[in-house]
């Protein structure tokens, strides 16, 4: 729950967007860099300069702890997910390799996909996944059999919340003999995560979700064994007398002045995720998935997708009422109950097309850490009143907002 001022009330349930609100000590960091460092790690020896750089190698620090990463000079700075996802897709294949995904991917994957198909001839195999949009994984034991260069696979739906059992693909693979990069823009922070343990090559996850740092930052893990070129070409601080490109970790791909405020601001979150721990962090996960699909999934003429199982999934339920709009439902939630939801097809449209919700979508419901059970128990009742008036709009609901 949140309050905004004396009149407005907000249940933030769009967390698979962006997480907030954040701890206080992201505000403080993100606060403290601007005001008190100011300056470009890695650029010069100055005590505000060797101060800005002390906070990123700190920074990779904490996320080499959280992830069981070796060797945090593996870890590279990114803007967001994205980034780090078309820094290894880019970098890695080759023209006329083969790559084998899921069809629930997000288009941060596939988007770079078609336009290597397009461009480099790569070949790309999609495996279907369960209409709850869980993975089969007979399926994708068959098809890493089949000995592509790479596998590619989101831990977790940003649209059904399905989590995928990355450690038993990893297996497959490393058996295959197949590079294994996981889309982590949902899971970093919410869900274990071991790439030594689950056989992850590449790594790439948001900052901005449940690492909880600000919008503008990321990572990409590069294993030892993967062979990368880099995305972009630049300064770096480092080897300022050639005009080639670093052969070195992180530099060799962080080119450009790395975002120092955003990058305080996420090791402040994966400080916050440390010291709260990822066991309780997931529990209450599973208890608000439990909460969604006690209350929302009880509401005739309301559909949920997904696993009904909340230890198989994250805290993301899509749903979709019967004879309304998802946009006049989402307006609704949001301007007559005060509940921010994501309507739409959430950059996904093969998952929606998996679990039979293309092209209308859904309306998502993502709570999150700071979200409580009577936040689902509000939006259980807003979207029961919404269902049950099939005249309902802005003007004549009657359940509004309750009182701060």
Same mark, same amino acid.
């Given at each position: 729950m949140r309050t905004?001022?004396?009149?407005?009330?907000m249940?933030?349930?769009?967390?698979?967007?962006t997480?907030?609100?954040?701890p206080e000590?992201?505000?403080?960091?993100?606060s403290g860099f601007?005001r008190?460092v100011?300056?470009?790690?890695g650029r010069?020896?100055?005590?505000?300069?060797?101060a800005?750089s002390?906070i990123?190698f700190?920074?990779?620090?904490?996320?080499?702890?959280?992830?069981?990463?070796?060797?945090s000079e593996?870890?590279?700075f990114t803007a967001?997910?994205?980034?780090?996802?078309?820094?290894?897709?880019?970098g890695?294949?080759?023209?006329g390799d083969?790559?084998?995904?899921?069809?629930?991917e997000?288009n941060?994957?596939?988007?770079?996909l078609?336009?290597?198909?397009?461009?480099?001839?790569?070949?790309?195999?999609?495996v279907?996944?369960?209409?709850?949009?869980?993975v089969?994984?007979?399926a994708w034991?068959?098809?890493l059999?089949?000995?592509p260069?790479?596998?590619v696979?989101n831990h977790a739906?940003?649209?059904?919340?399905?989590v995928?059992p990355?450690?038993?693909?990893g297996?497959?693979?490393?058996?295959?003999?197949?590079?294994?990069l996981? !889309?982590? *823009? @949902?899971?970093a922070?919410? &869900?274990p +995560?071991? /790439?030594r343990e689950?056989?992850?090559?590449?790594l %790439?996850?948001?900052?901005?979700?449940?690492?909880y740092?600000?919008?503008?930052?990321g990572?990409?893990?590069?294993?030892?064994?993967?062979d990368l070129?880099?995305?972009?070409?630049g300064g770096?601080?480092?080897r300022?007398?050639s005009?080639?490109?670093?052969?070195?970790?992180?530099?060799?791909?962080?080119?450009?002045?790395?975002n120092?405020?955003?990058?305080?601001?996420?090791?402040?979150?994966?400080?916050?995720?440390?010291h709260t721990?990822?066991e309780?962090?997931?529990?209450h996960g599973?208890?608000?998935?439990?909460?969604?699909?006690?209350?929302i999934?009880?509401?005739?003429?309301?559909a949920?997708?997904?696993p009904? !199982?909340? *230890? @198989?999934r994250?805290?993301? &339920?899509? +749903?979709? /009422?019967?004879?309304r709009?998802?946009?006049t439902? %989402?307006?609704?939630?949001?301007?007559?109950?005060?509940i921010?939801?994501r309507m739409?097809?959430h950059?996904a449209p093969?998952?929606?097309?998996t679990?039979?919700?293309?092209?209308?979508?859904?309306v998502?419901?993502?709570?999150?850490?700071?979200?409580?059970r009577e936040d689902?128990?509000?939006?259980?009742?807003?979207?029961k009143?919404i269902?049950?008036?099939?005249?309902a709009t802005l003007?004549?609901?009657?359940?509004?907002a309750?009182?701060p």
């Amino acid at each position: 729950m949140r309050t905004t001022d004396e009149s407005t009330y907000m249940i933030y349930c769009d967390n698979a967007a962006t997480s907030f609100p954040k701890p206080e000590e992201v505000y403080d960091a993100v606060s403290g860099f601007l005001r008190d460092v100011g300056a470009s790690p890695g650029r010069s020896a100055h005590a505000p300069a060797v101060a800005a750089s002390r906070i990123v190698f700190d920074t990779r620090e904490k996320l080499a702890s959280l992830f069981n990463i070796p060797d945090s000079e593996r870890i590279v700075f990114t803007a967001n997910a994205t980034e780090g996802l078309n820094c290894a897709l880019n970098g890695l294949l080759r023209s006329g390799d083969t790559v084998v995904t899921t069809s629930m991917e997000h288009n941060s994957v596939m988007r770079p996909l078609r336009h290597l198909a397009d461009t480099r001839g790569v070949v790309v195999k999609v495996v279907p996944s369960r209409n709850d949009g869980t993975v089969d994984l007979p399926a994708w034991e068959s098809a890493l059999g089949e000995r592509p260069q790479l596998a590619v696979v989101n831990h977790a739906s940003n649209v059904t919340g399905a989590v995928v059992p990355v450690g038993r693909i990893g297996t497959a693979a490393r058996k295959y003999g197949v590079k294994l990069l996981v !889309d982590a *823009a @949902q899971s970093a922070g919410a &869900l274990p +995560i071991d /790439v030594r343990e689950m056989g992850i090559d590449l790594l %790439a996850c948001s900052g901005h979700k449940s690492l909880y740092g600000p919008q503008g930052t990321g990572m990409l893990y590069v294993g030892k064994e993967v062979d990368l070129v880099p995305l972009k070409f630049g300064g770096t601080g480092s080897r300022s007398d050639s005009d080639e490109q670093p052969a070195f970790m992180p530099d060799r791909f962080e080119s450009g002045t790395l975002n120092g405020p955003g990058i305080a601001g996420l090791g402040a979150g994966a400080a916050f995720v440390l010291h709260t721990g990822i066991e309780a962090i997931r529990e209450h996960g599973r208890r608000m998935s439990a909460a969604l699909l006690d209350t929302i999934g009880r509401i005739d003429g309301v559909a949920c997708y997904g696993p009904p !199982d909340p *230890a @198989q999934r994250l805290p993301t &339920l899509s +749903i979709t /009422v019967d004879g309304r709009d998802n946009g006049t439902v %989402a307006r609704l939630l949001d301007e007559q109950y005060g509940i921010c939801t994501r309507m739409g097809l959430h950059c996904a449209p093969n998952a929606h097309r998996t679990i039979g919700t293309f092209p209308e979508g859904t309306v998502r419901i993502s709570p999150g850490l700071f979200s409580s059970r009577e936040d689902i128990e509000h939006v259980a009742r807003a979207l029961k009143e919404i269902r049950e008036d099939r005249n309902a709009t802005l003007e004549n609901t009657q359940l509004g907002a309750p009182q701060p």
